[in-house]
C-alpha cells in the first residue's frame, strides 16, 4: 500500500550536504559536529501493506513524527522517495504537483492527531463530516455518513454535541471518526492516545482494534509506548536517530532483538499477548524425548519429568492421541477450556490442546484447567511440540524454549 525508499530529512541550510555523507556511512552527530545539519529521518526504506496496522516507535527524538509527516509530506523530505499503491496504479507521493498532494491527503491519506485538531465552533457530526465538506461532498450525504462513522466509533446520539461537552476519549473518537468518514485507503495516525488518561488509553486501543477487524483499514501508527505497539501491531519498525534499527512482528521484537538499544527497550515488556505457542513450545520428538512404545503406525514419545504421559504421532508427523500411564487421555481445545468456568481443582486427566498462534497468555491460562503439559498442533494435525512449566518460564524470561529445533530433524530421520 505505502513503499518508502530511501528516505532522507536533513534540517538546516543547504540540507543536501547531508547526503554524501549518509551514503560515505558518516554518523548523524558527526554530520551535526561538521555542518550543523540535524538528520531526522536517515535513509529509510520499508514496504506498509494493505489492511496492517504498522506501528513506528522510538524514544523522543527518534525521528518517528518526522517520517510520518514526510510521508504526506507535511516535511518535505530532502531525498529518497514515497509511492502509494492504488487500484488505478502507483502513485509517487513524493513528486506529485501540489494540488495533487492535496487532493491525496483529502481522498487517500486520512490523519489523526495526538491533539485531537477538533474545530470547537462545529457539532460533533460537522467536524466527523469536515474531510467530506472539503471533498465537496454535499449536506445531506457527509451528515449520514458522519452518523454512521459516529456508530461505529460508539458515539451514536452525540452528533449535535460540541467538542467541549466531550471527554478527551469522547474527542478522541472524533478525531478518529473523522479519519474514518473519508475512507481513505490508508490511516496515518500520530500518537493518537498519548494524551489520554491510562485506562482511557487501553480503551482506545481495543476500539481501534475492533473498527480494525470490521474494516480492514491501513493504518501507520505512531507511538513511543512498547506495550502500545504490542497490543495494536502487525508489524513493529523501531527507530533509533532517525533509523529504522529493527523491523518485525511483535513476537520477533520481543524474542530477537537485534541491537542493544532493542533488548533495553523490550527488557521489561509484558510477553504474555505476544509470544506464540509455536515459538515456546519444544518439538516432539527432540532430543529430550525417546521412543517409548510402537502401536502399528503410531509411535509415542515421552519427555523428562513427565515419563507417565505418552505423544502418539504417526509416519507423517500428526498428532495421533496421548497416553497417560498407558491409558488412552482425552484431549480438549484450549478454547474451549479458556470459555468455560475455572474449575475448583485442575484437572488431571485432560489434556489440552493448542494452536501455533495461541499466545503464551492463553496457554497460562488454560494452566489453571489443567496440570498436564499442553499440546501444539497445526492446522494440517502436525504435531509441533509440547508447552510444560519449563517452557512457560523460559516464555515469561522472554527466551526461546525451542533451542533444540536444530537437531528435530536428525532425531525424526533417526526415529524412522
Not at 469536515?130 to 466509533?153: D, M, N, S, T
Request: with cysteine; proline share 4%; aromatic share 6%.
Amino acid at each position: 500500500m505505502i513503499r518508502v525508499e530511501n528516505l532522507v530529512k536533513a534540517f538546516g541550510d543547504e540540507p543536501e550536504r547531508a547526503l554524501e555523507l549518509i551514503r560515505q556511512g558518516v554518523s548523524s552527530e558527526d554530520i551535526r559536529a561538521d555542518t550543523g545539519l540535524i538528520v531526522g529521518v536517515r535513509d529509510v526504506s520499508f514496504e506498509l501493506d494493505e489492511g496492517e496496522v504498522f506501528v513506528i516507535m522510538g524514544l523522543s527524538g527518534s525521528g518517528k513524527s518526522t517520517l510520518l509527516r514526510c510521508i504526506n509530506r507535511l516535511i518535505e523530505p530532502t531525498a529518497g522517495e514515497v509511492y502509494l499503491r492504488t487500484k488505478e496504479g502507483e502513485i509517487e507521493v513524493s513528486s506529485v504537483s501540489d494540488a495533487e498532494l492535496r487532493r491525496l491527503r483529502r481522498e487517500r491519506m486520512s490523519m489523526v492527531f495526538q491533539r485531537f485538531g477538533l474545530l470547537p465552533h462545529r457539532r460533533v457530526v460537522d467536524n466527523v463530516a469536515y474531510g467530506l465538506e472539503i471533498q465537496g461532498v454535499g449536506v445531506e450525504k457527509r451528515r449520514q455518513r458522519a452518523e454512521e462513522v459516529l456508530e461505529i466509533v460508539g458515539l451514536g446520539g452525540w452528533g449535535n454535541a460540541f467538542p467541549s461537552e466531550l471527554s478527551g476519549g469522547m474527542q478522541q473518537r472524533v478525531g478518529l471518526a473523522r479519519a474514518l468518514a473519508t475512507e481513505a485507503e490508508v490511516m496515518l495516525m500520530d500518537e493518537p492516545f498519548s494524551a489520554l488518561d491510562p485506562l482511557i488509553k487501553v480503551e482506545m486501543q481495543n476500539e481501534l482494534l475492533r473498527i480494525q477487524n470490521e474494516l480492514r483499514r491501513t493504518i501507520l501508527f505512531i507511538t513511543h509506548d512498547l506495550d502500545e505497539a504490542l497490543r495494536i501491531g502487525t508489524r513493529i519498525a523501531l527507530m533509533e536517530a532517525g533509523e529504522i534499527v529493527q523491523l518485525g512482528t511483535p513476537e520477533d521484537i520481543i524474542v530477537n532483538p537485534r541491537t542493544e538499544y532493542v533488548a533495553d527497550f523490550v527488557k521489561h515488556a509484558d510477553p504474555t499477548g505476544v509470544m506464540t505457542a509455536r515459538t515456546i513450545a519444544l518439538p516432539v520428538p527432540g532430543r529430550r524425548f525417546s521412543e517409548s512404545e510402537r502401536d502399528g503406525e503410531v509411535r509415542f514419545y515421552t519427555r523428562e519429568g513427565y515419563r507417565n504421559v505418552a505423544y502418539g504421532v504417526d509416519g507423517d508427523h500428526k498428532f495421533r492421541e496421548v497416553r497417560l500411564d498407558g491409558k488412552a487421555l482425552p484431549t480438549k481445545p484450549l478454547d474451549e477450556a479458556l470459555a468455560e468456568e475455572l474449575p475448583d481443582i485442575r484437572h488431571g486427566d485432560v489434556l489440552l490442546q493448542a494452536r501455533p498462534d495461541h499466545t503464551l497468555r492463553d496457554v497460562l491460562q488454560g494452566r489453571t484447567y489443567s496440570v498436564l503439559p499442553v499440546v501444539v498442533v497445526a492446522e494440517d494435525g502436525e504435531l509441533l511440540g509440547v508447552i510444560s512449566e519449563n517452557e512457560l518460564i523460559h516464555g515469561l524470561l522472554y527466551k526461546r524454549a525451542n533451542e533444540e529445533s536444530t537437531s528435530d530433524e536428525k532425531v525424526q530421520e533417526g526415529a524412522a
